[in-house]
């Protein structure tokens, strides 16, 4: 059997592209993708994604693969007829939710029908079978709609749709220079519902949507139960950057090889594995967590100053690292100058405009993709009429640069501060913080001993 040839790329799509690839390596630190030779070069494809962080969502997606994606939206979307225009120039095909429009569910047949037109030419439809977007560490109970669509157009040309389903997951929703990691799933194939979908296609989707539901959730990282998450969270902010440095020891990896969503799995396997068994364990733990997090509330610490100062790093590279920050003091004093406002404003607006989390990102990113032009022109046109072409020329590649110094040294400074805190409560308050060192180490050592039982009791499974 040939393979289809794939949908060409038109240069809007592609512009588009561009841009948004340019932006999201400018706002994240890294793009992973797993997986990407699953989706089919050429040929009807749908992706089935979860929906963690709105418009980011879809600008990754296309960012990540070579061809068109074809993005079902909400039809509340195409009201603004300038935005209707842009939409429909990328590929968007609109679908009617009933909590937008209940007077057009009739209208859903159009987007079918547009799918299916979609498919014969040979084209790649996503879809966010889960409706919305959210903030839960969880892919939520997904709609039938893409089950549907996809055993519609396979009753009718049984093979020729590939269904694959996408993980999206985000090591820090809402921060600047985050991670973000897109995983593809194993193809599902369509074909073995076909029979029980002639005969009762209600069992049929909620068959095969089931099957999505799972292949998604195994591509992101996955808290089966919402009265877990709170958990799963403190966990991972406690003891992840402790099981990168087993992992670093214990097996000689790179910390660029350690997998941070493999980490949070694994982290949800083992409080799910613990809920189950053992949970009066694992209420013990939490309030364990607890305790310890009020301590920190109390005397205004941070957490990573508790881990700092249980690491002491030897004298030469403490000194280093003061040479450092003293050299790179200046850089950073320029570079949050001529940064500062571009920076701070789309945070300012996002934390104003954005109603819910999943918002802060998109709002955010979109702020800064018209605040950072918008600044650097400006700052660049007063050099060069101050100075000159030649030197408006160097203050213009500085800008990017000198903007990522400075973002590292804030964050660095915001570590020093953290610890010189703890090191003046230890100063006037010793037995405080000996309190607050202790009650890390008891967790830390509570948290190894629940890592042992789980990989004993599972015999295989590994963080």
């Excluded at 797993?34 to 929906?51: A, F, Y």
């Excluded at 047949?109 to 790649?124: K, M, P, Y």
């Excluded at 404003?345 to 018209?370: C, H, M, N």
């Excluded at 800008?399 to 409560?425: H, K, N, T, V």
């Amino acid at each position: 059997m040939t393979t289809p040839p794939p949908d060409p790329v038109d240069r809007f799509y592609a512009a588009v592209r561009a841009i948004a690839r340019f932006w999201l390596w400018f706002f994240l630190k890294s793009v992973d993708v797993r997986h990407p030779e699953r989706v089919p070069v050429g040929g009807p494809v749908v992706l089935c994604i979860n929906h963690p962080n709105n418009l980011i969502d879809s600008l990754l997606v296309g960012a990540v693969l070579p061809r068109k994606v074809h993005y079902l939206a909400t039809a509340s979307l195409f009201r603004n007829p300038l935005m209707a225009r842009f939409l429909s120039a990328s590929g968007v095909i609109p679908v009617y939710r009933r909590q937008d429009d209940p007077d057009k569910m009739d209208r859903n047949a159009e987007t079918f029908a547009a799918c299916f037109a979609a498919f014969d030419r040979g084209r790649l439809v996503a879809i966010y079978p889960e409706g919305t977007t959210h903030a839960e560490a969880r892919v939520q109970r997904i709609k039938t709609g893409a089950a549907r669509i996809a055993l519609g157009y396979a009753a009718e040309r049984p093979g020729a749709l590939t269904l694959v389903p996408v993980g999206l997951n985000f090591e820090a929703r809402k921060s600047f220079r985050g991670r973000v990691l897109v995983a593809f799933g194993e193809p599902i194939p369509v074909t073995p519902y076909l029979d029980t979908f002639r005969e009762d296609p209600v069992k049929a989707v909620d068959a095969l949507t089931r099957s999505i539901q799972w292949g998604m959730e195994a591509q992101v990282v996955h808290v089966e139960r919402i009265d877990a998450t709170e958990l799963v969270r403190a966990v991972d902010e406690i003891y992840r950057s402790e099981l990168a440095r087993q992992l670093e020891e214990e097996r000689g990896l790179a910390q660029r090889q350690i997998d941070p969503v493999r980490l949070a799995r694994s982290i949800v396997d083992a409080v799910n594995h613990f809920k189950e068994r053992e949970p009066a364990r694992v209420e013990s733990l939490w309030q364990q967590i607890q305790r310890y997090r009020a301590l920190l509330a109390t005397y205004r610490v941070r957490d990573d100053a508790v881990q700092a100062r249980l690491r002491r790093r030897p004298t030469r590279q403490r000194i280093q690292s003061g040479w450092v920050a003293v050299a790179g003091f200046p850089f950073f004093a320029y570079g949050a100058v001529v940064n500062g406002l571009p920076y701070l404003i789309p945070r300012w607006l996002a934390r104003r405009v954005a109603r819910k989390e999943t918002d802060y990102a998109t709002t955010r990113f979109l702020a800064g993709v018209v605040a950072i032009p918008v600044f650097w022109g400006l700052e660049i046109w007063i050099v060069g009429r101050l100075t000159g072409p030649a030197t408006a020329l160097l203050f213009a590649l500085s800008l990017p640069l000198s903007g990522l110094i400075a973002y590292r040294y804030l964050r660095g400074a915001g570590r020093l501060r953290g610890q010189l805190r703890l090191g003046a409560l230890a100063l006037t308050r010793s037995h405080a913080a000996r309190r607050i060192v202790a009650e890390r180490q008891a967790l830390l050592a509570e948290l190894d001993r629940a890592k042992a039982d789980y990989l004993a009791a599972t015999r295989g499974s590994s963080f």
